[in-house]
């Protein structure tokens, strides 16, 4: 299992909220963890952390035609969409 943060601007933080969380069906078959969200409506951003059973099936499925015309729709700005794969364990 992996874990990966994912960070995006959006034009509206609430509608974008709502949107989301209607996605559970989907995510819900993806993720192995629960969603860890943050919010910034300051900036109009969000940050979401999260376990994923299959690093490919999980980039695969954020990367659809689907997934990518649900983002438009709930208003995720172009291109702002990052992905980080947390790979790299730091011990202190």
Do not use: C, H
């Not at 192995?32 to 940050?47: E, H, K, M, R, Y």
């Not at 499925?61 to 438009?72: A, M």
């Amino acid at each position: 299992m992996a874990k990966v943060i994912v960070t995006a601007k959006v034009k509206d933080t609430a509608a974008w909220e709502a949107g989301f969380r209607s996605l559970t069906a989907v995510l819900s078959s993806i993720f192995v963890s629960p969603i860890n969200l943050g919010i910034n409506t300051g900036d109009s951003s969000f940050a979401y952390l999260a376990e994923v059973k299959d690093l490919d099936q999980f980039l695969a499925t954020i990367n659809s035609e689907r997934i990518q015309q649900v983002q438009k729709e709930n208003g995720v700005v172009d291109g702002s969409v990052r992905v980080y794969v947390l790979d790299k364990p730091v011990e202190f």
